[in-house]
């Protein structure tokens, strides 16, 4: 479907590139200006919040020609599945990743449980190898860094790996989403109020503060709210 590019929450929890290639993003930029069609992006509805996943090279185009919208492909997702969505769209295309994004890919893989097998009716739940879970990764290491990995970032599971414990461990509790969203949206606020302290011209004063007052409209209409203790 499409939908308006001031729409989609774009925040580096979901992101496991550490930055925008600006060259990609101009050649993006030109395909579209030459009427060229690119794939839709990813959108994953968090709390009902509608998360860029897949994509942002693309959104970033769009907004470089002054396009207001962009087709996407929406489903519902859990903060931590919409993490590994990220993660694995960024394994299986674009630019290749570089070892620390590569291993924040195996974090989302771990925290969205991808590595647990469903368990069949009379049986325990099951895990995948390090081996597989390596192939999950694209090949891009071996099952000795994801052993590595496993037993610094998830010590706990690790040990279910070794054979220590004796009931499955859990993979660590989500993370409050709204607490993200929270979190996101005062320093939001706070970049904004930053950069508007540089324009000095009227007119764009007024813009900014035009769309400031729209948007506080739509925060106190939108639900039931309670006043900050200050």
């Known amino acids: 479907m499409t939908v308006a590019v001031r729409d989609l929450h774009r925040d580096s929890r979901f992101q496991i590139r550490h930055a925008i290639n600006r060259a990609v993003v101009d050649r993006y930029a030109n395909a579209l200006r030459a009427e060229a069609r690119l794939p839709p992006v990813r959108v994953a509805l968090v709390a009902g919040v509608p998360v860029l996943v897949d994509g942002w090279h693309r959104v970033a185009a769009h907004q470089a020609i002054g396009a207001t919208h962009v087709q996407a492909i929406i489903s519902e997702a859990t903060a931590q599945e919409a993490r590994w969505l990220a993660a694995e769209a960024n394994l299986t295309h674009g630019l290749p990743l570089k070892a620390r994004e590569v291993r924040g890919a195996f974090q989302a893989f771990i925290k969205a449980r991808r590595h647990r097998i469903p368990a069949r009716q009379g049986q325990d739940p099951g895990r995948l190898s ?20 496993m037993q610094k970032d998830f010590p706990e599971t690790a040990r279910e790996y070794g054979g220590e414990l004796q009931v499955p461990a859990e993979a660590p509790a989500p993370e409050d989403p709204q607490e993200g969203f929270a979190r996101a949206a005062h320093e939001a606020i706070a970049q904004a109020l930053a950069a508007a302290r540089g324009v000095t011209d009227p007119a764009r004063r007024g813009a900014i503060i035009g769309e400031a007052e729209a948007a506080l409209r739509e925060l106190r209409e939108a639900r039931a709210w309670v006043p900050a203790e200050f």
Request: hydrophobic fraction near 40%; charged fraction near 15%.
């Open 130 to 149: 390090y081996r597989d879970i390596a192939k999950a990764l694209g090949g891009l290491v071996t099952h000795q860094t994801v052993s590595n990995w």
